[in-house]
């Protein structure tokens, strides 16, 4: 059985930094990302990695403050999030594709998490 399990999301004040992490069970993929929902909005892409090449996708949003990194062997994901804005605030997502579609796409992705709350304070 596939599960996604994200950790790390909390109440932030602007200018902090967070570490989310997101632990893949049941399988190998070939893709991570993360997305996140924004309180009244749409989900949107954050970032993503290839787990073979270890490419890397951003938002422009968050390019330049977040980082995403992999550890294949633990078949876990990590998103470094430096100098946190209110605007970041919003459930993130871990989702994982095991055939390399748009990395940019969430219908690409064919497994998801179930959210961390990430709030960042003014």
């Known amino acids: 059985q596939v599960q996604l399990v994200e950790s790390g999301g909390r109440l932030v004040q602007a200018g902090d930094s967070l570490r989310l992490s997101c632990t893949a069970s049941?399988?190998?993929?070939?893709?991570f990302g993360w997305f996140r929902q924004p309180p009244g909005k749409e989900r949107e892409f954050v970032s993503a990695?290839?787990?073979?090449?270890?490419?890397?996708y951003y938002a422009d949003s968050v390019k330049g403050r977040f980082t995403i990194s992999r550890d294949n062997a633990e078949n876990t994901v990590y998103l470094q999030m430096n100098s946190l804005k209110p605007e970041d605030t919003a459930v993130y997502y871990c989702?994982?594709?095991?055939?390399?579609?748009?990395?940019?796409?969430?219908?690409?992705?064919?497994?998801w998490g179930q959210g961390t709350q990430v709030t960042v304070s003014s």
């Open positions: 989702a994982a594709d095991r055939t390399l579609g748009t990395a940019t796409d969430p219908g690409a992705y064919d497994y």
């Open positions: 049941g399988r190998a993929f070939s893709r």
């Open positions: 990695i290839t787990r073979g090449t270890g490419n890397t």
